[in-house]
């Protein structure tokens, strides 16, 4: 076995490695986290770049075992902010010069919603000359949809795996059709082809998960070659089916480590795509988004949902901002940007260096 110094300075990484660099506690995580940091100085520079998030509807049909919004949650009040609210939130975003905005719901496909989602692109677009950078995560669709979206004025599109594991994937989803890996494997492939950023990610910590499975997620990663890559610990919600494992898994601390740990791995493996700062971490630990950002991500996005939805969009427990609104938000987020040494990429796409390649 190559020693740990060694083993940082790879360009390429086995399993095993992966393995090793994810177990890796004390003076060598540190080692890990000081080598991501410099990768990412030097391969994607020191910016921060914002994406402003909008949930703008937590109506769901999809009934994911881990998620607090699944469409059997009954306590849940569902809601769908209106079209005034969203563009509102988008030109806060335009005005305070954030690159773009990243638009976020439940998972829908009914004509009408996917109509609602391409008149709302178009607006944005409008709003804000051509200037503000659209991201979706509205879940799997038709490849036709996709091809709508894109031509309607958006060019990321975010979907999680969750996980790249088949058989694990399966024990955290219903056995239905709706809820298949193959299909959301087809839609990222889909994205690809009809021409976005794609970004996808896992969960991390969640019951049933082991190292090796992580590591395998981010061989995959590799794999499908993404732009970009946003992921965060597993967080319990007492209203879902999962919830019944929650003394099963690590403690949160631990996932909050591991999640770290992945990021900065993920920066050895693949320099040059955007890594996001998960919301997730901020809810384990006030600082745990600019303490990835101090290790290997450079993508943050903070929460412009209008406040009053924020409570019905709890995906996970402890979900942090609830209460706070766009402007609070922003002056929280430059001092603790500048805190954690970066810099903010102020009117700028930030796109994904690997997709410019
Ligand atoms: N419906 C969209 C996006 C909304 S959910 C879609 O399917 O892509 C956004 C992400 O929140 C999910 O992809 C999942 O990774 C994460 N999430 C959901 N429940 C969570 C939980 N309990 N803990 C941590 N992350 C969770």
């Known amino acids: 076995m190559k020693p740990f110094s060694e083993i940082l300075k790879n360009q390429e990484f086995t399993r095993a490695e992966l393995v090793q660099l994810l177990s890796s506690e004390g003076d060598e995580r540190q080692q ?32 994911c075992l881990y998620c607090g919004i699944r469409k059997s949650n009954e306590k849940v009040i569902r809601y769908e902010a209106t079209d005034d609210e969203i563009l509102e939130a988008c030109r806060f975003a335009w005005v305070n010069r954030f690159g773009s905005v990243v638009l976020q719901s439940g998972e829908l496909s009914s004509p009408a919603f996917v109509k609602r989602v391409d008149l709302l692109l178009r607006k944005i677009k409008e709003l804000s000359s051509g200037e503000l950078g659209i991201t979706l995560s509205c879940g799997e669709q038709t490849i036709e949809t996709y091809r709508q979206w894109r031509k309607s004025g958006a060019h990321r599109y975010l979907l999680r795996i969750e996980s790249s594991n088949p058989e694990l994937y399966r024990k955290i989803h219903p056995e239905n059709e709706f809820h298949r890996f193959d299909r959301r494997l087809q839609a990222l492939k889909d994205l690809k082809t009809t021409g976005y950023q794609v970004g996808t990610g896992v969960m991390i910590g969640f019951p049933f998960q082991t190292i090796d499975d992580l590591a395998d997620d981010l061989l995959f990663l590799k794999q499908i070659d993404v732009d970009m890559v946003g992921m965060g610990p597993y967080i319990e919600h007492e209203d879902t089916p999962l919830y019944e494992f929650r003394n099963r898994i690590k403690t949160k601390q631990e996932r909050f480590d591991l999640a770290l740990k992945m990021v900065a791995t993920l920066r050895l493996l693949m320099p040059d795509i955007n890594i996001a700062a998960a919301t997730a971490l901020q809810a384990i630990d006030p600082s745990g988004r600019e303490k990835a950002l101090t290790i290997g991500a450079n993508i943050l996005m903070p929460n412009l949902t209008p406040c009053d939805y924020r409570k019905e969009y709890q995906l996970y427990e402890d979900k942090p901002c609830l209460d706070e609104d766009a402007e609070l938000c922003r002056n929280c987020l430059e001092a603790r940007i500048e805190l954690a040494g970066c810099e903010i990429g102020y009117g700028e796409w930030g796109d994904s260096k690997h997709y410019l390649k």
């Open 32 to 63: 890990l986290f000081q080598r991501a940091q410099t990768v990412k100085l030097e391969t994607v520079g020191n910016k921060v770049y914002f994406r402003g998030l909008v949930e703008f509807s937590n109506i769901c049909a999809k009934d």
